[in-house]
Each structure stands twice: as C-alpha cells, then as structure tokens.
C-alpha cells in the first residue's frame, strides 16, 4: 500500500513563509514525477508545482517566482517552499506522485491527504 504523508501546513500572515513536505512509503518500486496541487473553497483542484525524476520543474503562474518545488529521490520526499504568501494562496494543499508500487503494477497516481494552508492577518 502507497501512503503519503504531508506535513508543514498550517496559518501564516500575508508575506510569510511555510514548508511543506510529503513523505511517500520507502516500499515502492518506482517514483516518476511528485507534485502539489491545491484546492480552494469552492475552486476546482490545480497544479501548484511539479518535479520530474530528473530534476525538471513546472510551476503555475500564480505562484512563479515565490514557491519552489524540490524533491529527495532517497527519501521518497517532495517539498513545496512557499514564500511571499498571499490571502489567495489559502487552500487545502495535496502532493502527488505517480509511481508503480511494485513492478508488475502500472504506473499511478497516488494522493496525500491534504494540509490546510491559510493565509491571513
């Protein structure tokens, strides 16, 4: 069984920072990419940041230049270094990776359990 776990949300004033970190099961055969999604009241789920094996990174626009996705490929980790909040960045925030568990099963995509992230003064 895949199991992530997040950690490092929680209530910021508007300008701080937060680190999130989502830590996937030591047990799977293979990780691809890892990334963070985020879903506000009301809004539909979006793609925050996302890392490949390699290193390569997509960020969304509205949090380029202020949020920075990385990964530790021994720890089976994805962080998210969140700087320069704003009140609109306030959502539930969700990793994800798309793996193979073990090597007869195909690739997938797995989910954390979301961390609430607020932002306001």
């Known amino acids: 069984q895949v199991q992530l776990v997040e950690s490092g949300g929680g209530l910021v004033q508007p300008g701080g920072s937060l680190r999130l970190s989502c830590a996937a099961s030591r047990n799977i055969f293979s990780i691809n990419g890892m990334g963070w999604y985020r879903q506000a009241p009301g809004k539909q789920r979006e793609l925050v940041a996302a890392i490949t094996s390699g290193g390569s990174t997509n960020t969304a626009d509205s949090v380029k230049g202020r949020f920075t996705i990385s990964r530790d490929n021994d720890k089976n980790t994805v962080y998210l270094q969140m700087n320069s909040l704003k009140p609109e960045d306030t959502a539930v925030y969700y990793c994800?990776?798309?793996?193979?568990?073990?090597?007869?099963?195909?690739?997938?995509?797995?989910w954390g359990q979301g961390t609430q992230v607020t932002v306001s003064s």
């Open positions: 994800n990776i798309k793996a193979k568990w073990t090597f007869e099963l195909p690739l997938d995509d797995y």
